[in-house]
């Protein structure tokens, strides 16, 4: 029995407005699966519904919510406007909310740094650290440039591994839903120099990045493939090998999404946001299977990521971009953040990019 679900939503503010919805949980019971004409059929089996508090701020549009990460050591919820170029950060003691823009095209991540109040953000093809006391792109700090000689590539998706390196992958020129295939990479960046070494391509779109508990397998997605795939991680060298396949979203129905953001909780299972699927699903990497998922009331779902003191809240953005007005009438609350709690487990704490001496960087 999976009891009483409720969510307690620990910074609002009069900045928030909080609505209350139901959704519907199903879990996947592989055991119980059937292969008929070589596809795997889950039972699924219906489970109560979860409540869950979306929260958009009254003075702000999310136009494409992305790349929530928290920084348990000061209790702030990061993400991103990529479309309206803008970085947020919200104080879960305080509920001070403070939006940065930065006027200098799209931004698709941002990651804390150790021991240092900036940020690093993924922005066009480049990388830069922010400096939030100087306004406006001035307080824009360049530490790498890739990519050079596609100049609509897009830095999509940054994460640090657990000694402070920054994985960071780019995708093709996009026009609509319609990126430009294999002309993305997955990088590696590394003090002193932060020079960009290619680890992987070609890539269409890099997606989902995340280490398994004990550091040695790394999570990644590109997206068009419609695969969770992994690697052998080596820590200490930073290399990647022996690249297969965890999941292939397609065999359990999912033929017109895309797997997009990703995190991992504290019982090494991959939560994944499905692109104008709806869902986000939980993955056990081990048996490669599929084994929970949540229906939202939108299609775009961006990303995903842990939050809050206990790291319990599940924090989901999703996006309006090329959507109508039209289909925005049936989806009202496209491009909001989602909170869900009460799913039985956690999140663990992200890492943060070591860049020694970040807040004297220029």
């Known amino acids: 029995m999976l009891g009483k679900y409720f969510l307690v939503v620990l910074f609002l503010s009069s900045y928030l407005l909080g609505v209350t919805c139901r959704i519907r949980r199903r879990k996947f019971h592989s055991l119980l699966n059937r292969i008929k004409n070589r596809r795997i059929e889950p039972l699924i089996v219906e489970e109560p519904s979860i409540s869950y508090t979306t929260f958009s701020f009254t003075n702000v549009t999310f136009k494409h919510a992305e790349s929530p990460v928290c920084d348990p050591d000061r209790n702030l919820l990061y993400w991103v406007d990529v479309l309206n170029q803008n970085v947020h950060v919200l104080d879960y003691v305080t509920g001070k909310h403070i939006r940065r823009h930065i006027d200098h095209g799209e931004v698709n991540f941002v990651i804390p740094i150790q ?7 993924g922005v066009r093809a480049e990388l830069y650290v922010l400096d939030w006391e100087v306004p406006g792109r001035a307080g824009l700090r360049l530490v790498a440039l890739v990519d050079q000689g596609l100049p609509d590539n897009i830095l999509n998706e940054g994460k640090a591994d657990a000694l402070g390196r920054l994985w960071a992958g780019t995708k093709g020129s996009q026009n609509g839903h319609e990126v430009a295939p294999d002309q993305g990479s997955l990088y590696k960046f590394e003090q002193p120099d932060f020079l960009p070494r290619v680890q992987l391509k070609p890539v269409t779109i890099s997606n989902g990045l995340v ?7 790394l999570y990644y997605i590109d997206s068009p493939t419609r695969k969770i795939e992994a690697f052998d991680f080596h820590l200490e060298r930073g290399q990647i090998s022996r690249r297969r396949t965890v999941l292939d979203i397609t065999e359990y129905g999912y033929n017109k999404a895309i797997p997009d953001g990703m995190t991992i ?3 090494g299972m991959l939560w994944v946001a499905l692109m104008f699927g709806g869902t986000i699903i939980r993955i056990d990497p081990d048996s490669r299977r599929l084994i929970e998922s949540y229906d939202l009331p939108v299609t775009a779902v961006s990303s995903v990521g842990w939050a809050g003191p206990e790291l ?3 924090i989901i953005t999703t996006s309006r971009r090329n959507l109508d ?38």
Do not use: C, H
Request: without cysteine.
């Open 115 to 121: 021991n240092s109040n900036r940020v690093l953000l």
């Open 211 to 217: 280490w398994s508990l004990n550091n040695s397998v």
């Open 265 to 267: 909780d504290r019982d």
């Open 312 to 314: 319990d809240q599940l």
């Open 325 to 362: 007005d039209e289909f925005l009438t049936q989806e009202p609350m496209a491009g909001s953040l989602f909170i869900l709690s009460d799913t039985g487990t956690s999140g663990v704490p992200s890492f943060k990019v070591a860049f020694e001496n970040a807040d004297e960087y220029r």
